[in-house]
């Protein structure tokens, strides 16, 4: 089993930044994909940025404004948020995928709460 732990949401102003990180403890061997995804209030749960081998992808609406990066040596995954807006209020979820013998898992984390104040 792989635990995710979140850390790094908080209040902050329109315009501001905040860095979210995501360490993976556990049976780490194997985790492949990393990555984050967020749910608002009375919306689906949506991809933010994914990183997998160095290889990274983001959400249309964050391109430009966020950075996944991995330290594979922390089992830590991080999102660097910039230029924030209110539209990014969600709790900001980790998502991790490992490979084994015959199934891929994948994990979760908990989630940590971002508000963005107009």
């Known amino acids: 089993q792989v635990q995710l732990v979140e850390s790094g949401g908080a209040l902050v102003q329109s315009g501001g930044s905040l860095r979210l990180s995501c360490a993976a403890s556990?049976?780490?061997?194997?985790?492949?994909?990393m990555g984050w995804y967020r749910q608002a209030p009375g919306k689906e749960r949506e991809l933010v940025a994914t990183?997998?081998?160095?290889?990274?992808t983001y959400a249309d609406s964050v391109k430009g404004r966020f950075t996944i990066s991995r330290d594979n040596a922390k089992d830590t995954v991080y999102l660097q948020m910039n230029s924030l807006k209110p539209e990014d209020t969600a709790v900001y979820y980790c998502?991790?995928?490992?490979?084994?013998?015959?199934?891929?898992?994948?994990?979760w984390g908990q989630g940590t709460q971002v508000t963005v104040s107009s």
């Open positions: 998502h991790a995928e490992q490979d084994r013998p015959t199934v891929v898992a994948y994990y």
């Open positions: 556990g049976r780490v061997f194997g985790i492949t994909a």
């Open positions: 990183i997998s081998d160095g290889s990274t």
